[in-house]
Nanobody, 114 residues
Framework: QVQLVESGGGLVQPGGSLRLSCAAS????????MGWYRQAPGKERELAAR???????RYADSVKGRFTISRNNAKNTVYLQMDSLTPEDTAVYYC????????WGQGTQVTVSS
């Protein structure tokens, strides 16, 4: 079992920044990949960014150049730095980990509005 605890969501103005954190209950060296998905109202959940155990990253086209995924191995934590936010980034952001099967965090709301 892997438990994921997210933090860092909130309300931000367009053009602003937020950093999301996801702490795993086990060593992230035991997790094949971790990532952030998001789900906007009325839309399907989609991948925003992902990082593998080997450090390879993948981003949705809509966030490339604005979002950065990283991890702190000592803290078993993955981060999503989100810059130049737009209202289209408004969504519930879910942390995901894959270790034999997918695990999900509870989600954190990100609202971009003036």
């Amino acid at each position: 079992q892997v438990q994921l605890v997210e933090s860092g969501g909130g309300l931000v103005q367009p053009g602003g920044s937020l950093r999301l954190s996801c702490a795993a209950s086990i060593s992230i060296f035991s997790i094949d990949a971790m990532g952030w998905y998001r789900q906007a109202p009325g839309k399907e959940r989609e991948l925003a960014a992902r990082i593998t155990l080997g450090g390879s990253t993948r981003y949705a086209d809509s966030v490339k150049g604005r979002f950065t995924i990283s991890r702190n191995n000592a803290k078993n934590t993955v981060y999503l730095q989100m810059d130049s936010l737009t209202p289209e980034d408004t969504a519930v952001y879910y942390c995901n980990a894959f270790s034999s099967r997918p695990y999900w965090g509870q989600g954190t709301q990100v609202t971009v509005s003036s």
